[in-house]
């Protein structure tokens, strides 16, 4: 089963690789257009994913990361549709194939859940059944998608564990019985029941250990290589986004503030969010001083601030941020940026 | 299961010291014994203790010998407040207890029984036989809580009984001795005791009531005065507790939801009984709000936890922390649940309050990127022990042990150089209950050698897993016979020797990748089996390479003893 899987992936691959030789760029899998989530509350709107606006490659990964609350794990959750209840696409197309995973009926949405794209859900810790066993919980899926009997799940599940270097007699036991890396092992493999295409991964590796940390960082890659898969890897770590990535999205307020390949967000950053933000993080390779912060805390999403919605603790914002949103204009090749430092010039400080 | 297992270290005055580790090495539990929030099985934690005092006390341990131990005793009584008195009495000390208790009891008794003979009558006298009461008891209190004995807060109670004990003596053997003395002779103990304590109130007063009260008052005063002078035990854990305080790792749960702001920071000052008035009270919490950066204070004290952001809940944990002036803070991952946008400004926080109140601090964190910039010194522990310690340049920049050096490659980098030299160690760390021998971190240490503490059933471990991938075949069965022999069966048609042979090379072949093979020290035949030998493996030492740079590898110091087989 697994190998008639690889076999199709191949083919599927060098397809792929026969479209962007033709000329073509790769043709993207996943495009999430002006997507609008907003959770109704008493207090009012909150406007958790308010415009946000991606392409997953084929084979890409992609990081999404941000302070917590910037509406990074809504805007993941949306593509899956999986939404408390009081939570509403309110705008935005997800073109996954030609479906838009916006608006199509739940039963088609069903048959792409986690046949076509699976989430590792945060929270290893709390995202597992505890009164079930292990084996039972990834055979779930695998039942309910692939139509198959227990015998043959229960077969699966043994070769889903030993891909992630689980023993497959483990699959007896309970969820209390694995470490914190183990459960998170179980997660992946639960992801990867029934052989989708787009793993989400939200957090995968925050509550670890580093050591625990570089295990499962390492397992993902060595999953998305050889299962030749597209990841959206969310964390609020950018370092650890900065080993596994391909390409990155910073968000801030539930906007894409800064967009490209990691390279390009990471050392030429063109927003002064994602350069403050990577400046919060204390580096071993670096001096031993304090890192900087970012004075002031993420702004409320039920009455977000005028005009960029980072100008309040923007250090360079002057009265046109206030003004006028900026938009996410290219800065380089495939690298966005919105803010106004890129296109016009800021007035000159005047001298106290 | 043994979570901290022998760990030393100090910190100075002002100093952080970073306590390094994956989770369950033992950092938390260590964080909470040097608050005894957890209680020490073994070892001193000295608060306070003069740097010639603690030197004298590490010359003194090293020698040994019992005369060093009572010395070292005292030292601990005095300053360790980990100390519990539970040595055995020894016979000096007995004999002298015994001295002091018999003088006492030949004054106490002697005297009034003496008196009681030359006045007549005066054993029912009243007045006489409470001072007689008072004086017995007086004199036995002294006697028993004079230096030898210990300090302990069983003395007073004992003492107490023992002079019930002699005031109801004493009439006994005055009205014996001197039978003049009583108005009414009986010829019976019991005549005599109730014809000197059964007429008046002030008898039974005196016997039951003033005498212990005497004994128990003045060995209270004489133990009290003592403590002061001689151990820090004494001075109660809570006193110490103001100048030691702990911060939680977690702002959502280490705050009481109910408690307002203003009830969580006050709490300590009421029931340590720092301030009693109200103004004062709300005088102080609203300083320690302040200094733990909640501007203006009168917007957060009616506040509840939930009405505040993850930042401003910690800053509240430090505001409780800081309530009580603190000398030295215990940050139990203070800032790892905290979004990194507010993480530097609560350890901006904490850094400032260093200089400002001379605040020392004991930091446990499992980020080394964190530690690298808090810290003046790092400690790495692995299972309960600290395997490298140094200043946070010898131990982040010069890491001398493999797994330190593991840690700090895996510590997350945009630099794409920076993964190549990754070493994720296999494997998780083993359980605290079922520790490995030798060196604890040889299973999944990248360079262990022959000497690092291979188990024999280890090594089966390994040659089973290689059987079974088929590289060495010809096992038939396999087993550790002890732990330097491991006995192998090979099947039939294969002759023990010819095994060897093919043993030899795998083992010559594989023992770089599979690092257990490196324990095996020779191999022979014997009786139709093959009998694999191993090296001998030892705990690596602590040893310092410079001062206050300690590293425990045998890669950094060579085993004492040259390695050598054990015979089969």
Redesign the interface.
């Known amino acids: 089963m697994v190998r008639n899987v690889l076999e199709s992936r191949c083919r599927e691959r060098r397809h792929a690789l026969l479209r962007r030789l033709a000329g073509g760029d790769s043709i993207p899998l996943l495009t999430v257009k002006g997507l609008k989530t907003h959770f109704e509350t008493q207090d009012g709107i909150v406007k958790a994913v308010d415009g946000v606006d991606f392409t997953l490659g084929e084979g890409e990964s992609l990081g999404l990361a941000g302070?917590?609350g910037c509406g990074k794990t809504t805007a993941a959750l949306s593509i899956m549709r999986l939404l408390p209840s009081n939570g509403k696409i309110v705008n935005g197309t997800i073109d996954y194939q030609g479906y838009d995973l916006a608006t199509i009926r739940e039963a088609q949405l069903r048959a792409i859940r986690w046949k076509h794209i699976s989430i590792i859900f945060q929270g290893a810790m709390n995202a597992l059944n505890p009164v079930k066993r292990v084996g039972d919980q990834i055979a779930e899926p695998v039942i309910l998608h692939d139509k198959v009997d227990k015998e043959a799940a229960m077969k699966r599940v043994g070769e889903l564990l030993e891909l992630v270097g689980i023993h497959r007699e483990r699959a007896r036991e309970y969820p209390h019985e694995f470490?914190?890396?183990?459960r998170q092992r179980v997660m992946i493999a639960m992801a990867l029941a029934c052989n989708p295409r787009i793993v989400i991964a939200d957090e995968p590796v925050t509550a670890l250990?580093?050591?625990?940390?570089?295990?499962i960082l390492?397992l993902l890659e060595r999953l998305k290589r050889e299962l030749d898969l597209s990841m959206i890897l969310i964390s609020?770590?950018?370092?650890?986004m900065?080993?596994t990535c391909d390409s990155m999205a910073i968000m801030y307020a539930g906007k894409i503030v800064e967009r490209g390949s990691?390279r390009d967000v990471?050392?030429n950053s063109k927003h002064p969010y994602t350069k403050?933000?990577?400046g919060?993080?204390?580096?071993?390779?670096g001096p031993?001083?304090?890192?900087?912060?970012?004075?002031g805390?993420l702004p409320s999403l039920i009455n977000p601030p005028l005009g960029c919605r980072f100008h309040p603790r923007c250090k360079f914002a002057w009265q046109l941020c206030v003004d006028q949103e900026p938009g996410l204009d290219p800065v380089g090749e495939g690298h966005l940026a919105a803010c106004h430092l890129n296109t016009t010039t800021p007035p000159r400080k005047e001298v106290a | 299961m043994r979570a901290v297992d022998g760990v030393s270290f100090d910190v100075k005055r002002g100093e952080v010291l970073c306590i390094v580790g994956e989770s369950g090495c033992g950092k938390t539990t260590t964080g909470k014994a040097l608050l005894r929030l957890v209680d020490t099985t073994e070892g001193d934690i000295f608060f306070e203790i003069p740097e010639e005092e603690y030197r004298r006390y590490e010359t003194m341990r090293s020698r040994g010998g019992p005369e060093r131990a009572a010395q070292t005793d005292a030292i601990r009584r005095k300053y360790s407040f980990s100390w519990k008195e539970q040595l055995a009495w020894d016979t000096r000390q007995i004999l002298t207890v015994l001295g002091a208790f018999a003088a006492a009891f030949i004054l106490g008794l002697g005297l009034p029984a003496l008196a009681a003979g030359l006045f007549r009558a005066a054993l029912v006298n009243s007045a006489f036989l409470l001072a007689a009461s008072l004086l017995c008891g007086l004199l036995i209190g002294m006697a028993g809580s004079l230096p030898p004995t210990r300090i302990s807060a069983r003395t007073p109670g004992m003492l107490g009984l023992l002079a019930i004990l002699a005031v109801n003596l004493f009439p006994l053997l005055a009205a014996k001795e001197f039978p003049t003395s009583l108005p009414t002779a009986s010829a019976d103990l019991f005549g005599v005791w109730s014809a000197v304590w059964g007429p008046g109130f002030f008898g039974m007063l005196a016997g039951i009531v003033l005498a212990p009260a005497a004994a128990g008052g003045a060995s209270k005063i004489l133990l009290g005065r003592r403590r002061e002078t001689e151990g820090l035990q004494a001075i109660k854990m809570r006193t110490l507790r103001r100048r030691l305080h702990l911060i939680f790792q977690d702002p959502y749960e280490s705050l009481n939801p109910k408690q307002s702001v203003f009830e969580i920071v006050s709490e300590p000052l009421v029931v340590n009984r720092i301030a009693h008035d109200p103004e004062e009270i709300a005088a102080l919490v609203g300083q320690s709000l302040e200094d733990a950066g909640l501007r203006p204070a009168e917007e957060f004290v009616l506040r509840f936890p939930h009405e505040l952001s993850g930042g401003q809940r910690q800053r509240v944990s430090i505001a409780a922390a800081l309530a009580l002036q603190p000398d030295f803070i215990v940050a139990d991952e203070p800032v790892s649940m905290l979004d990194v946008s507010i993480r530097t400004e609560i350890l901006q926080l904490m850094m400032e309050l260093r200089e400002k109140r001379g605040l020392t601090y004991l930091f446990i964190t499992h980020d080394l990127s964190l530690a690298w910039i808090l810290a003046d010194r790092i400690a790495v522990m692995y299972l309960g022990k600290i395997v490298e310690q140094g200043t946070a340049e010898e131990v982040i920049s010069h890491p001398k042990h493999p797994y330190t050096q593991a840690l700090i490659s895996v510590v997350p980098s945009p630099d794409p150089r920076h993964l190549a030299k990754r070493t994720i160690l296999k494997g998780e760390r083993p359980d605290a209950v079922n520790i490995p021998g030798g060196c604890r971190f040889h299973p999944r240490c990248p360079v262990a050698f022959e000497n690092c503490g291979w188990s024999a059933d280890e090594v089966a471990e390994e040659l089973k897993s290689l059987s079974t991938a088929g590289v060495l075949p010809g096992i038939a069965q396999m087993e550790a016979q002890n732990p330097w022999t491991v006995a192998l069966a090979v099947v039939p048609g294969t002759t023990p020797e010819a095994f060897i042979e093919t043993f030899r090379h795998v083992v010559k072949e594989h023992r770089d990748s599979r690092r257990a093979l490196k324990a095996i020290a020779g191999v022979r035949a014997r009786g139709g089996y093959v009998y694999v030998k191993l090296h001998q493996g030892s705990e690596p030492r602590l040893v310092e390479l410079e001062p206050g740079n300690t590293v425990a590898c045998h890669l950094v110091t060579a085993p004492a003893e040259a390695p050598h087989a054990l015979p089969a």
Request: zero cysteines; glycine letters at 4%; proline letters at 7%.
């Open positions: 302070e917590s470490s914190g890396g183990m250990d580093v050591m625990i940390q570089a295990q390492e609020h770590d950018l370092s650890v900065a080993e990691v990471y050392k403050d933000l990577i919060a993080f204390p580096d071993i390779e031993q001083t304090l890192p900087a912060y970012i004075p805390l």
